[in-house]
């Protein structure tokens, strides 16, 4: 099974449309990310969350917001999508308390906007 | 804030041979950790090897070690034997122990040479 799974692997859509991008953890952990890598492979954070507290990096527009219907979910909703939002999108989890609190990461959705 | 920055956007070696990807980062604090991440192709990220700054030996998985210099801020990574299969994207990424994001440099592309 996997550990943190992703939904869709690809996405293309049109500029100025509205998409969510789905992510799901089964290991019970409290705590859920999404980061984006751009076309130079550059890796930033965009969200940290947990059942207690929504982290969000100042470098991420409003149109993006992440909705965490249960602890083991937590979907990005991207707004009137622009170009410059073409990236790979992580989600990625970890549990508050373990040793080095080890980050496990889905396979990544490739968003396209054309 | 913190920054990690990886001065080699490429580098390549020898099947068999060893290789070292260099690593540098900014921080005021004194206990963090420092993560060696790969992602080959398929896009997952890999955990490599991790270091916590309060330990003073070099962490080794393998074939893989690192070279922890506090003082200096530098993390580099050893490959030894190198094999085709390590040909894939290095990330270094940096973690306080107090926070839960991963701040990432910008990757450093590994080709191996059969």
């Known amino acids: 099974d996997t550990a943190v799974s992703q939904t869709p692997k690809y996405l293309v859509t049109q500029m100025g449309n509205d998409k969510s991008i789905k992510c799901e953890q089964n290991l019970g952990h409290d705590t859920m990310y999404w980061y984006k890598q751009d076309s130079k492979k550059f890796l930033k954070i965009m969200f940290s969350y947990n059942n207690k507290e929504l982290i969000i990096n100042e470098t991420v527009p409003n149109r993006f917001s992440p909705k965490s219907p249960d602890k083991a979910h937590l979907n990005l909703h991207i707004n009137s999508l622009e170009l410059g939002d073409s990236a790979v999108y992580f989600c990625?989890?970890?549990?508050?308390?373990?040793?080095?609190?080890?980050?496990?990461f889905g396979s990544g959705t490739q968003l396209s906007v054309l | 804030a913190q920054t990690v920055t990886q001065s080699q956007p490429e580098m390549s070696v020898q099947e068999a041979e060893t290789v070292t990807l260099s690593c540098t980062y900014d921080t005021s604090e004194s206990d963090y950790y420092l993560f060696w991440y790969k992602q080959p192709p398929s896009r997952q990220m890999i955990l490599v090897i991790r270091?916590?700054?309060?330990?003073?030996q070099n962490a080794t998985e393998n074939r893989f070690s690192v070279n922890f210099q506090k003082a200096a801020k530098s993390f580099s990574l050893k490959i030894s034997d190198s094999q085709l299969g390590d040909a894939a994207m290095y990330f270094c990424?940096?973690?306080?122990?107090?926070?839960?994001?991963?701040?990432f440099g910008g990757g450093t592309r590994l080709m191996v040479k059969p």
């Open positions: 990625a989890s970890s549990q508050t308390g373990t040793e080095y609190e080890k980050l496990f």
């Open positions: 270091q916590e700054a309060y330990k003073q």
């Open positions: 990424a940096y973690r306080s122990r107090a926070g839960n994001m991963l701040t």
